[in-house]
């Protein structure tokens, strides 16, 4: 049952040029070796535009302008000066909002109402925020005197929120007067190359943010220089895990935020209509592909029923299709790649014997696109209840005691985030104390807020982005 509607294309122009060099001390630069890559849009399978594509040299020279940047211009600077132009930053990406919206949507496939009301106000929101730490640093670390910054930064980001991502790696990094150099996912750079032109135009000094676009092999190689002080990541499990053996045995400081296989607890006194709208924002927002995402239900056994009649209800109603329709609720999938790993994990759902449902709407004839889906019946031993999906499919579990719950919600090897449903606040303490998640959100899921810390345990990764604890890895005592 596909509901009617009229589609509502976002229409703002974008400009977009066919090729876009390097962000390097000021000045677009092309790769040293002359090779290009094309990032595409998810939705229409067409290119968008051929981009830089890094090599260690083109890194090398970033780290270089980095460092001059910051002997010469920015770690010299007054902090009060210094939040002038984060704050300018700040409000250039509120004045060039629309603009970063479709432009998010087109490379990434995630849906317009999430990048203009979501991504773009959190990634302004994050600027604002720690502009205003930049002459204050003196009161972030209790006790600790005056704290310095710490140098270049190598800051590597993924596809998932490819604009915040960026901002919450340069925010903090230049506000605690630090230089970066920061590589953009490979499948989405666009937005962080007009976050650079925004730099640009705000007058910030050159070589205090750059950005090198490329690969995996163009993150190596940031990983691996000598001369960047810290490392930032957001990224894979599989990944992080190379960057920890790179990093190993050098001085360079690190920052790791990684996957997870979040639980999301429902019990049976909740008001189950809203705890189900918290399911469903918490599994298939930007497709599922959040590190963060809600991705494993367990519901207590007395409502299962009901809550699966209830989902099954509400995946009716979720619009999939164009990213660019401002009533689209599920975008496309980031990439092919990422699309044929869903599909294989769905595959062994099946396969090992859950029950699979989706949505019955049809999908587009082109573009990678997935149906929002769930598993009943799925046991903690299954794929899909152990390892991160990163798509629109959560695996639902039941439980009988709060205690049950709490085992179940933690026997991951991940821990970043938590959800929990319940009337009775004492329950909710009691449950949110014990689950070893670095978020827990009560009655709610995906909240996010710049003054709020954000980070792992175990395979998640470790250190806190946002808030007082996001400026740590940025300053030394
Ligand atoms: P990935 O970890 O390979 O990519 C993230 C970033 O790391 C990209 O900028 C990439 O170019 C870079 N990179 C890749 N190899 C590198 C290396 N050896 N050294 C330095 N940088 C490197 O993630 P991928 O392959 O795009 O996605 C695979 C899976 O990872 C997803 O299906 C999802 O499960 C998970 N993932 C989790 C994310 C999170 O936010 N926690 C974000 C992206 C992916
Ligand atoms: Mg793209």
Known sequence: MALAYAPSIETTPVRIAPRYDHFIGGAWVPSSGGATFATVNPATEEELAQVAAGTAEDVGRAVAAAREAYEKHWRPMRPADRAKYVYRIARAITERSRELAVLETMDGGKPIKESRDFDVVQAAAHFFYYAGWSDKLRYALHGAGDPAPVGVVGSIIPWNFPLLMAAWKIAPAIACGNTIVLKPAETTPLTALLLAEICAEADLPPGVVNVVTGDGRTGAALVAHPDVNKIAFTGSTEVGKIIQKTVAG??????????GKAANIVFADAPLDQ???????????????VCCAGSRLLVQESVHDEVVEKLKARIETLRLGDPLDKNTDIGAINSSAQHAKIAELVESGVAEGAVLHQQSCALPERGWFHRASFFTGVSQSHRIAREEIFGPVLSIMTFRTADEAIEKANNTPYGLSAGV??????????????????????????????SSPFGGY?????GREGGVAGLRPYLTV
């Open 275 to 289: 705890a189900v709208e918290g399911v469903v924002n918490g599994i298939y927002f930007n497709q599922g592909h």
């Open 421 to 450: 449903w319940t009337d009775k606040g004492a329950k909710s303490m009691y449950v949110a104390q014990r689950l070893q998640a670095g978020v827990v959100w009560c009655s709610t899921f995906n909240q996010f807020d710049p």
């Open 458 to 462: 175990r395979e998640s990764g470790f």
């Open 250 to 259: 050098t001085r360079k400081r690190m920052t790791l935020e990684l996957g």
